[in-house]
């Protein structure tokens, strides 16, 4: 693509993405395989021997963007025709799914280990100061487990310039036989699918939205159930597939960028999130 007359690579999300080499956490019945070469994901959670996610190559889900578990940074969702304004400077990423620009860049990215345990790995991403995304910054992850519980604590720092920031998850569950969620509001849409303010009703399913959500959300399958958890009050749920349910807490709804200056930034400020899955 082509922005102010310079091309632009698009990185493409739905392009094959392998898991590449795993590394293992595991603490009795959970276990976790983490891909840090396929954009620091989770690749797959078991417990009790039951794997919880879309695995790679699963029901055709071999997109980067279609499976596993894995961060959104430094932004979640859509941004609107991959255009925004900060600092009084408009700013264009490169649009690639439809006509917007999603997930950010941390999940289509190398991360490095920088630290590993038995039952913890930390892993870091330097964003690459380019034009996929101008303000550079530094991702961190530190996934650990503990009995059936595991914790993912995900952070972005803005290293040398103020930028714009959102960060959260995205886990391929597999198909739940019920979903426990009482969200307070839902984020309406436009007729290009892009969320809106104010938050409004909560509408029926299925559901490819963004909500205010303040309490734990549980998913049930095969006699398993498992409670999530985060301090983020954004949680976007797509449970349109037959076989797969996503559940995504954020710190900012879909275009943040476009409708809350308060995702901002400074130089040298760190914004972080965790989220936790108990299985009980």
């Given at each position: 693509?082509?922005?102010?007359?310079?091309?632009?690579?698009?990185?493409?999300?739905?392009?094959?993405?392998?898991?590449g080499p795993l590394?293992?956490?595991?603490?009795?019945?959970?276990?976790?395989?983490?891909?840090?070469?396929?954009?620091?994901?989770?690749?797959?959670?078991?417990?009790?021997?039951?794997?919880?996610?879309?695995?790679?190559?699963?029901?055709?889900?071999?997109?980067?963007?279609?499976?596993?578990?894995?961060?959104?940074?430094?932004?979640?969702?859509?941004?609107?025709?991959?255009?925004?304004?900060?600092?009084?400077?408009?700013?264009?990423?490169?649009?690639?799914?439809?006509?917007?620009?999603?997930?950010?860049?941390?999940?289509?990215?190398?991360?490095?280990?920088?630290?590993?345990?038995?039952?913890?790995?930390?892993?870091?991403?330097?964003?690459?100061?380019?034009?996929?995304?101008?303000?550079?910054?530094?991702?961190?992850?530190?996934?650990?487990?503990?009995?059936?519980?595991?914790?993912?604590?995900?952070?972005?720092?803005?290293?040398?310039?103020?930028?714009?920031?959102?960060?959260?998850?995205?886990?391929?569950f597999r198909k739940?036989?019920?979903?426990?969620?009482?969200?307070?509001?839902?984020?309406?849409?436009?007729?290009?699918?892009?969320?809106?303010?104010?938050?409004?009703?909560?509408?029926?399913?299925?559901?490819?939205?963004?909500?205010?959500?303040?309490?734990?959300?549980?998913?049930?399958?095969?006699?398993?159930?498992?409670?999530?958890?985060?301090?983020?009050?954004?949680?976007?749920?797509?449970?349109?597939?037959?076989?797969?349910?996503?559940?995504?807490?954020?710190?900012?709804p879909p275009d943040?960028?476009?409708?809350?200056?308060?995702?901002?930034?400074?130089?040298?400020?760190?914004?972080?999130?965790?989220?936790?899955?108990?299985?009980?």
């Open positions: 693509m082509a922005v102010d007359g310079v091309r632009v690579e698009a990185i493409d999300p739905t392009a094959p993405m392998a898991p590394l293992t956490l595991a603490d009795g019945a959970l276990s976790v395989d983490i891909a840090p070469q396929a954009g620091g994901r989770i690749a797959q959670i078991r417990v009790d021997g039951v794997e919880q996610l879309v695995g790679y190559g699963e029901h055709g889900s071999t997109a980067a963007i279609a499976w596993g578990s894995y961060p959104m940074v430094p932004w979640c969702g859509r941004i609107r025709a991959g255009r925004f304004r900060f600092d009084g400077q408009d700013h264009a990423v490169p649009v690639n799914l439809g006509p917007h620009a999603i997930h950010g860049t941390g999940f289509l990215l190398q991360w490095q280990v920088s630290a590993q345990a038995p039952q913890q790995v930390d892993l870091e991403l330097t964003l690459p100061r380019d034009r996929r995304w101008p303000f550079g910054g530094l991702a961190r992850q530190r996934i650990s487990v503990d009995g059936r519980r595991l914790v993912m604590m995900l952070s972005l720092t803005a290293t040398d310039s103020a930028m714009p920031a959102t960060l959260g998850w995205h886990p391929w739940p036989e019920r979903l426990e969620f009482q969200p307070e509001a839902m984020y309406p849409r436009d007729a290009d699918g892009m969320t809106l303010l104010p938050a409004g009703p909560v509408g029926p399913q299925p559901w490819d939205d963004c909500f205010i959500n303040r309490r734990p959300v549980v998913l049930h399958r095969q006699g398993q159930r498992v409670v999530l958890e985060s301090g983020c009050s954004d949680w976007v749920v797509y449970d349109e597939p037959a076989f797969a349910t996503c559940v995504e807490p954020q710190t900012g943040a960028f476009n409708l809350d200056p308060a995702c901002r930034l400074e130089a040298g400020q760190t914004r972080s999130a965790v989220y936790t899955m108990t299985w009980d």
